[in-house]
């Protein structure tokens, strides 16, 4: 079942988002394909600006998936001082993609 992974980290910033995900794809900027995670299963991606710091929206084909990606993204964030937040998960009812 697909689910949806929501986290608002208190304090993040773009500039640590983008050395995550720089990080990410061994040196090749933001990231904007789904081949571009370290692990298969990704659907969608969005993040952004919150009022409290930095929110990340993605949708996983499956909560194995998902922490499959924790597991690679865990590193990267607290290399990046990033606040360890954990995510919001819940069960994707519909997902629409472009």
């Not at 061994?26 to 659907?43: E, N, T, Y």
């Not at 084909?61 to 865990?74: I, T």
């Amino acid at each position: 079942m697909a689910i949806i992974a929501a986290f608002d980290i208190p304090g993040g910033t773009q500039a640590q988002y983008e050395q995550v995900t720089n990080k990410m794809t061994g040196g090749r900027g933001v990231v904007r394909a789904s081949s571009d995670w370290p692990v298969a299963g990704l659907i969608s991606h969005a993040a952004g600006p919150s009022p409290s710091g930095w929110f990340v929206v993605d949708v996983w084909e499956s909560e194995e998936a998902f922490q499959r990606f924790g597991e690679a993204l865990r590193p990267l964030m607290q290399e990046a001082g990033m606040a360890e937040t954990a995510p919001n998960i819940y069960p994707a009812f519909n997902t629409v993609t472009g």
